[in-house]
């Protein structure tokens, strides 16, 4: 990977909760608490928390209007969390290739183990 991994990014992103808020703050464009609140499962109090946690990752960015804070996404820091998501998961890829590779060659010394052994037992 080329780019280190923020730790608090991710912590961020980690909770199902505050995924589904960043989903419907793409959808929307922006959200309130209160209007997140009711797509969720969760208090508009849990709301304000959870995007707390995500202005300081730096997801999410709020803008005071009225009693209201209006919050919408950080496109760069949400750019930045794509790169690193796909950084991590071609990094995986190559990982998994590699098993994939030795766990083949290692199926394949056992059969030929067992097909000698087969000959050696029939003479």
Known sequence: MSAPVDDELWSAIGDPTRRQMLDLLLA???GTA??????LPVSRQAVAKHLTVLDRAGLVHGETSGRERHYRIDDEQFARALAQLNAVSTAWDGRLRRIKRLAEALQAA???????DTDTKEK
Do not use: A, I, M, V
């Not at 209160?34 to 797509?39: I, K, P, R, Y």
């Not at 056992?110 to 000698?116: G, N, Y």
């Open 28 to 30: 929307t464009g922006t």
């Open 34 to 39: 209160t209007s997140l609140s009711e797509h």
């Open 110 to 116: 056992s059969d030929r183990s067992d097909t000698s």
